[in-house]
């Protein structure tokens, strides 16, 4: 092997990627109504990048009780009808698959929320799979919230607070949607015809109480933390989006981290004050200006 063949495979190897602690809120912020547009356009759109830009993504994926939530709010009756739909194989073949969305590397959901709640609800070990890219959630929100926006996406809303989504407020929503049906769901027959065939639950009652259980058992998964926008506020990004944005990350196309030449002029880490240097105490200022009465010292 060339001598510049195995440097260039050093450096696949080692790869240096981009500093999660460099990557600056004040420009990748984790709420997507703070992203300046302009800004974003620019960050998009890197001139000059450098592996200090680049994450790598791959698909990945596990237990759904080993991902997390990475916003506040969620559709109630969203999620729950997926659940439904989910039991009686009605446009989801049962719990778990494909998120079609984007995971951070601790396992932060970035998009998927709701097809992953409603597996949390009937079977919190389906294996759930996604895009994972290699930044931690905060850091990542806030990165694809600038993809977002440069690329003309929105916020989309939602209705209720995480907060308000207790096991016995899931399970009650569960019996009443299933006892209605009609809509983009089945029957009330035919969901409680599924859920005796393919969950072995004899009646709803047996059936919200299983889901009870189940989303108790995932609560920790759904602990709210500062940095954690409402849905509104987090990176929309559709299934057909998600090669795109991969390539731009791995790529360095999305300018990551300083110097940021994307930006006009370039710039350092905005959110650092260069350190000060601590004054001199006067005793030393003193004996200073002496030596340089005395010639010992010019200046």
């Known amino acids: 092997m060339k001598l510049s063949e195995l440097k260039k495979l050093v450096r696949e190897v080692i790869k240096e990627m981009a500093d999660p602690a460099?990557?600056?809120p004040k420009l990748f912020?984790?709420?997507l109504s703070q992203v300046d547009p302009e800004t974003a356009k620019k960050l998009a759109n890197?001139?000059?990048?450098?592996?200090?830009?680049t994450a790598q993504g791959r698909n990945d994926g596990g237990p759904a009780n080993e991902f997390y939530v990475s916003q506040t709010t969620m559709d109630f009756n969203k999620f729950v009808g997926m659940a439904i739909n989910m039991i009686c194989k009605k446009e989801f073949n049962?719990?778990?698959?494909?998120?079609?969305?984007?995971?951070?590397?601790?396992?932060?959901?970035?998009?998927?929320?709701?097809?992953?709640?409603?597996?949390?609800?009937?079977?919190?070990?389906a294996q759930v799979t996604g895009l994972k890219v290699e930044?931690?959630?905060?850091?990542?929100?806030?990165?694809?919230?600038?993809?977002?926006?440069?690329?003309?996406?929105?916020?989309?809303?939602s209705d209720t607070d995480m907060s308000a989504l207790t096991p016995e407020a899931v399970a009650?929503?569960?019996?009443e949607l299933a006892s209605k049906g009609g809509g983009q769901l089945a029957s009330p027959e035919d969901i409680l015809k599924a859920c005796k065939d393919n969950h072995k639950w004899n009646s709803l009652d047996v059936a919200a109480e299983a889901i009870k259980k189940n989303w108790e058992s995932t609560s920790k998964n759904r602990k709210i933390e500062g940095w954690m926008p409402a849905k509104i506020d987090m990176p929309a990004i559709e299934r057909d989006q998600l090669e795109t944005v991969k390539q731009d990350i791995e790529s360095g196309k999305l300018d990551l981290n300083p110097p940021f030449d994307s930006i006009k002029g370039?710039?350092?880490?905005?959110?650092?004050?260069?350190?000060?240097?601590?004054?001199?105490?006067?005793?030393?200022?003193?004996?200073?200006?002496l030596q340089k009465l005395a010639g010992i010292i010019k200046g």
């Open 172 to 175: 009650q929503r569960f019996k």
């Open 22 to 24: 460099k990557i600056d």
């Open 29 to 31: 912020p984790t709420k």
């Open 46 to 53: 890197n001139p000059k990048p450098t592996d200090v830009d």
């Open 94 to 125: 049962g719990p778990g698959g494909d998120l079609a969305a984007i995971v951070s590397s601790d396992n932060h959901i970035m998009d998927g929320h709701h097809r992953w709640a409603a597996t949390c609800m009937l079977d919190p070990s």
């Open 135 to 157: 930044l931690p959630g905060k850091e990542l929100v806030g990165v694809l919230n600038v993809w977002t926006i440069a690329n003309g996406g929105v916020g989309k809303g």
């Open 266 to 289: 370039g710039t350092t880490k905005p959110t650092e004050k260069p350190a000060e240097k601590p004054a001199e105490k006067e005793p030393i200022q003193e004996v200073k200006r």
